[in-house]
């Protein structure tokens, strides 16, 4: 008789725990989230072709702007006042490539690693309002322990973000950010690498259609020769992210969002691994 109480009371308990744990799985993952996507304009601080044009965009883009050149400082000011997220551009050492393509203060694999450090900080502190950082081209650096550990330590030491920008299958960004508790994030779409709005627009679609699998999204686009071009396919596009029901928003917005969905996807796997094994 008694084992039959035991019985009882041992089932009632696994009971209410099962209500808990599903009440809380309820509330606290099953709420509708919504999608939301970055846009990164690189290559500020030199006055480049579509920069005026970036500035009449109205939704809350992230400026990516290079360090040490004429414009660097009052882009800054101008991007923070417009209501948009600024990161440095830092450039990086590629695979191939002209050396003036890379403009001042390039962190090359030649460096030592206090050099780096000491560079990275001069080019954080020289452009205001700086909440995180991405690569200017990189594919060797990038891909190099020694220098993305440095770059990533300050990057925690200044609390940024980072953006792997992803010139290379190689890069060693992004696990190695994870490893060291950096708030870090990928690139999804380069919007131009062709100057044609058609085919820019093309891409923002994709970045449409990622954000819509994903969850999240980040795509980059740039001021130069093909910045004008640029900032009409995104100004195009404004309505069809609306529609889509995803919302633009800056990259610092995108990295939690991503955490979260991360988190979700985990926990889901997880609590249907745990219902499997009691069915």
Request: with cysteine.
């Amino acid at each position: 008789m008694k084992k039959q109480y035991l019985g009882l009371f041992l089932l009632c308990i696994c009971m209410i725990i099962s209500t808990q744990n599903q009440a809380y799985a309820t509330i606290k993952y099953n709420q509708p989230i919504k999608k939301e996507t970055a846009i990164i304009i690189d290559d500020l601080g030199n006055g480049q072709g579509g920069t005026d044009q970036l500035f009449s965009v109205s939704a809350p883009l992230t400026v990516a702007i290079m360090p040490f050149l004429k414009t660097s400082r009052t882009d800054a000011i101008r991007a923070h006042q417009a209501g948009f997220e600024v990161i440095l551009h830092v450039p990086m050492e590629p695979m191939r490539g002209k050396r003036n393509w890379l403009g001042p203060g390039a962190i090359t694999t030649n460096l030592t690693t206090q050099q780096i450090k000491q560079l990275l900080r001069k080019e954080i502190e020289s452009i205001p309002y700086v909440k995180g950082m991405n690569n200017h081209m990189g594919s060797k650096a990038t891909s190099d322990y020694r220098v993305m550990k440095a770059i990533l330590e300050v990057a925690k030491e200044k609390h940024l973000y980072v953006v792997d920008s992803v010139t290379t299958p190689q890069s060693i960004t992004i696990p190695l950010a994870k490893k060291m508790g950096v708030p870090c994030v990928a690139r999804s779409v380069f919007i131009d690498n062709e100057n044609r709005v058609s085919y820019m627009k093309r891409q923002l679609q994709q970045l449409i259609n990622h954000t819509a699998t994903q969850g999240w999204g980040v795509g980059i686009g740039h001021v130069g020769h093909q910045g004008v071009h640029t900032m009409t396919a995104i100004r195009a596009m404004l309505p069809v992210f609306k529609k889509a029901n995803i919302s633009l928003v800056p990259v610092s917005k995108v990295i939690k969002t991503a955490t979260h969905f991360k988190q979700q996807k985990i926990y889901h796997e997880t609590f249907a691994a745990c219902d499997h094994t009691q069915s």
